[in-house]
């Protein structure tokens, strides 16, 4: 146990260690400096050339929005009609057939919007054209998003009065070319090397000892695990996702993935503070996503390592901890350090089943998803953690008696409003189709559904309550991991699951850049005494507080119907 623990460290060190060169090199590349990628300019311009982009020319917010907005509609578009016919295309050696219209909905959405939920089974749901053109595709573009409307708040940020949040196809092409490709290359080759395959071979045959014989997929999986982790997107080339021994073979691999998906979180946060000059700032904001982050991960490994009281009480000792649903090589604790970070970032890839965590592992698991900003996605963490900034801004200019100002700009009622519709949006979305959900078990269990809600959940009592808390959780903070006890995959669950997944994914990113394009237009005001300084601790635990605050007051009601309850039942 004493191993796994210090794996643990190891791991999050490892990561810090690297985040910080990765963020001076991503503020470099955003900010036009000289980097050792500059080679890639002639494919830029040539791309910026056959797309008719002028690269010189700024966007506004509105601007910038509609120029996202419309590529991904166009993404989600072409995802949709190749998974719908993915059976008649080419590469397709497993025969695998069309998908269903309510599950294309569904997946296109949800590898649109980085969430990566997977309501069908990796190996055998899609082909190998729709892995890699669909899936692939689709993990990289979307992490690119992200981190391209996380630099239009930086430019906001970074001049003290302008319109000008950048132009998005320019900052989309080189997180493409300068960032995701060349460290997804690496990490691709790594993995490869560790005995994750990357052919196009179909099926293979393996006869065990006992003499059975079991058919196991392929394919070339390597490149989308890269992705997937360094993209925060999640999903599985396989079913059993990161605790599939082809996905994750070994603890290096499993050390590898785990700081691949925190890494560019991370970074951006170090990129931030060099970018924008303000590197106290992006200290603070480093600080307190990570006393969050320990918050939520200490609670989880202690009661992974502890084990189930129920088997206590029955005499069993449990010397390993709690391994139902966790694998022997990696262990409960190194298991909940995954669980805890892969659902604080939105990556949502598991090396163990979620479902089988201790009522508190769940808890945090569900926490992390709810407040979504302890480091948080590719570029969509900050986003989020700046709605709390605003908020917390706010209450503390009425605590003071002052106009409340953020970095040189009054904080006036658009922005306030534009940041608590944000937050309560997000709240409505997880318990308003989470009621809705229950409300069909209870009163329409025999319902003509293609699962029959009376056997949508494998649990029954306040586990199967969380399992269906679980799932909207999931969709809203664009997460994908589940609890994987809930059938999911039928029309209610796909098409109520899309829908969460749309609004949880666009609202939070269009409220932040709307708010930092207003603020970045309005007369800049100079320090002074007055002035609140957002770079101080002290702002930094009133924003911890205020983030404390709003979950409690938005979701203590639900998690006291699952994970609480299950857990005061449990002892």
């Known amino acids: 146990m004493n191993t796994e623990i210090t794996g643990i460290i190891a791991s999050f ?5 690297l985040a910080i060169p990765l963020g001076r090199y991503i503020a470099k590349v955003y900010a036009g400096e000289k980097t050792f990628t500059d080679f890639l300019s002639p494919l830029e311009r040539f791309i910026y050339k056959f797309c008719h982009v002028d690269p010189k020319k700024g966007m506004g917010w509105k601007e910038f929005l509609k120029a996202m ?22 590469l397709n050696p497993d025969k695998n057939p069309d998908m269903p219209a309510d599950l294309t909905f569904n997946t296109a959405i949800s590898f649109l919007v980085n969430c990566n939920l997977q309501d069908y089974s990796g190996e055998t749901g899609v082909t190998y054209l729709t892995q890699l053109f669909v899936i692939t595709f689709l993990q990289f573009v979307s992490a690119a998003t992200g981190i391209a409307c996380l630099v239009a708040v930086f430019n906001g940020l970074k001049e003290k009065t302008t319109k000008n949040l950048g132009n998005f196809w320019v900052i989309f092409t080189q997180t493409m070319t300068r960032i995701l490709l060349p460290l997804a290359l690496i990490m691709a080759i790594l993995l490869v090397f560790n005995g994750t395959p990357a052919s196009f071979d179909g099926k293979d045959t393996i006869t065990t000892l006992q003499g059975d ?9 390597a490149g ?13 080339w396989f079913g059993a996702n990161s605790a599939h021994p082809l996905e994750n073979p070994n603890y290096f691999t499993n050390m590898l993935e785990i700081t691949a998906q925190v890494l560019i979180p991370v970074a951006l946060l170090f990129a931030m503070g060099i970018y924008i000059r303000r590197k106290k700032f992006a200290y603070v904001v480093f600080g307190i996503m990570t006393v969050g982050m320990l918050c939520l991960m200490l609670p989880t490994v202690i009661s992974e390592i502890r084990g189930n009281p129920e088997i206590t009480r029955m005499g069993v000792l449990q010397a390993t901890g709690a391994m139902e649903g966790k694998e022997v090589r990696l262990g409960p604790a190194a298991s909940g350090y995954w669980s805890i970070m892969t659902t604080i970032i939105s990556t949502g890839s598991v090396n163990s089943m979620h479902d089988s965590s201790m009522p508190v592992s769940g808890l945090m698991q569900m926490l992390g998803m709810m407040i979504n900003s302890f480091y948080g996605g590719c570029g969509v963490g900050f986003l989020n953690y700046l709605i709390y900034i605003i908020i ?12 409340p100002e953020f970095m040189g700009h009054k904080v006036e009622a658009r922005e306030v409003k534009i940041a608590a519709l944000v937050t309560l949006l997000s709240a409505f979305v997880i318990k308003g189709f989470t009621a809705l959900a229950a409300y069909y078990f209870v009163h329409h269990a025999n319902a003509d559904w293609a699962v029959k809600p009376a056997n949508w959940l494998n649990n029954p009592g306040y586990h199967g309550f969380s399992e269906m808390l679980y799932q909207f959780t999931s969709t809203n903070a664009n997460n994908g991991s589940g609890f994987e006890g809930l059938s999911d995959n039928n029309p209610f669950w796909n098409i109520t699951g899309g829908l969460a997944m749309i609004l949880g994914r666009f609202l939070p990113i269009i409220g932040p850049v709307a708010i930092v394009g207003l603020l ?17 601790y002290t702002f930094g635990v009133m924003t911890f507080a205020v983030i404390i605050i709003i979950t409690a007051l938005s979701y203590f009601p639900p998690l006291v119907l699952g994970p609480i309850a299950e857990y005061l039942n449990m002892h």
Request: net charge positive.
């Open 13 to 17: 060190l490892i990561t810090v260690l």
């Open 69 to 90: 907005l419309t590529i991904n509609l166009l993404w989600l578009i072409y995802a949709f009609v190749l998974l719908l016919f993915q059976g008649h295309l080419p």
């Open 213 to 221: 014989t079991v058919q196991v997929s392929r394919g070339p999986a």
């Open 224 to 236: 989308m695990i890269a992705i997937k982790h360094l993209g925060t997107n999640g999903g599985g």
């Open 392 to 403: 917390a801004v706010f209450i503390a200019g009425l605590m003071i008696g002052r106009t």
């Open 520 to 536: 970045a237009g309005k007369k800049y005001i100079p320090e002074s005494q007055g002035t609140l300084k957002v770079d101080s």
